[in-house]
C-alpha cells in the first residue's frame, strides 16, 4: 500500500498562477481532506468529503476549489494563488468508524512569490 | 463550535525527565473523538491515538500515556522517560459524530506543543 500520495513535494508559484495539488489514497477510504499548516496555527481544515461526489467546506476555504469524482482521488485546485496561500498542505484520509485517525500524505510546500 | 487548546507552546527537558503535554477540548456534542499526533522534524504527521469520549479509561503504550477527563474536558499526554527521538510537535484534536459524519470526520486541531529533549 502506498498510502495517501501527495504530489508535488514542492512548488513555487507567481501570484495570479492557477494550479492543482494531488492527492491519492488507495486504501479505499471514504474520507478524505486538505489541511495548510501555518507556523503557529496549527492544521486548519480546506475541504473536505465524506465520499465520491460529495465535498464541503472548511474553516479556511477561500480561494481553494476541491472535487472528488473517485475514491481515490482528491485534489486540490488554487484558483489565483496569492502570497497568503504560503503553507504547507496536507492531504488526509480515513475509513469511517476505523479504530485510528487519519492518514496524512507527506505534504506539499508551497511559495507564492 | 469546536475547539482545541494547546496552551504550552514550547516545553524543553533533559533526556529522562518525563514531560505531561496538555489539551483542553470545546464540544457540544455528546459523541466525539480525541486524537494526538507527532510532527518530527522530517514533518511528517503520526497517528498515536484515537479515544471516544463514552471511553474514559486511561490508555498506556510503552513510554506514552493518556489521561481522559471529562469533567475537565482534558486529555493529556505524557511521556515517560523522554528520549532524544521525543523532539517534536504534538498536536491535539478533536472530531465530533454528527449526523452525518462516522467516527473519523473533519478534525479540529491545537496549534501544536513543540517539544525539545536535550541529552
Known amino acids: 500500500n502506498a498510502g495517501v500520495t501527495q504530489t508535488p513535494k514542492f512548488q513555487v508559484l507567481k501570484t495570479g498562477q492557477s494550479m492543482t495539488l494531488q492527492c491519492a489514497q488507495d486504501?479505499?477510504?471514504?474520507?478524505m481532506s486538505w489541511y495548510r499548516q501555518d507556523p503557529g496555527m496549527g492544521l486548519r481544515l480546506i475541504h473536505y468529503?465524506?465520499?465520491?461526489?460529495?465535498?464541503d467546506q472548511g474553516e479556511v476555504p477561500n480561494g481553494y476549489n476541491v472535487s472528488r469524482s473517485t475514491t481515490e482521488d482528491f485534489p486540490l485546485r488554487l484558483l489565483s494563488a496569492a502570497p497568503s496561500q504560503t503553507s504547507v498542505y496536507f492531504c488526509?484520509?480515513?475509513?469511517?468508524?476505523?479504530?485510528?485517525?487519519?492518514?496524512f500524505g507527506s505534504g506539499t510546500r508551497l511559495t507564492v512569490v | 463550535a469546536q475547539k482545541v487548546t494547546q496552551a504550552q507552546t514550547e516545553i524543553s527537558v533533559v533526556e529522562k525527565e518525563d514531560v505531561t503535554l496538555d489539551c483542553v477540548y470545546e464540544?457540544?456534542?455528546?459523541?466525539?473523538?480525541l486524537f494526538w499526533y507527532k510532527q518530527p522534524p522530517s514533518g511528517e504527521l503520526v497517528f498515536l491515538i484515537r479515544?471516544?469520549?463514552?471511553?474514559?479509561q486511561n490508555e498506556i503504550s510503552g513510554r506514552y500515556s493518556w489521561n481522559f477527563q471529562k469533567s475537565t474536558s482534558s486529555f493529556n499526554f505524557t511521556i515517560t522517560a523522554s528520549q532524544v527521538v521525543d523532539s517534536a510537535v504534538y498536536f491535539c484534536?478533536?472530531?465530533?459524530?454528527?449526523?452525518?459524519?462516522?467516527?473519523?470526520?473533519?478534525?479540529?486541531f491545537g496549534k501544536g506543543i513543540t517539544l525539545s529533549v536535550r541529552p
Open positions: 488526509a484520509s480515513a475509513s469511517w468508524g476505523a479504530n485510528y485517525g487519519y492518514t
Open positions: 479515544r471516544n469520549s463514552f471511553d474514559e
Open positions: 468529503s465524506v465520499g465520491a461526489g460529495i465535498t
Open positions: 464540544t457540544r456534542d455528546t459523541t466525539y473523538y
Open positions: 486504501m479505499n477510504h471514504e474520507y
Open positions: 484534536a478533536l472530531s465530533e459524530a454528527g449526523r452525518f459524519s462516522g467516527a473519523n470526520s473533519k478534525l479540529t
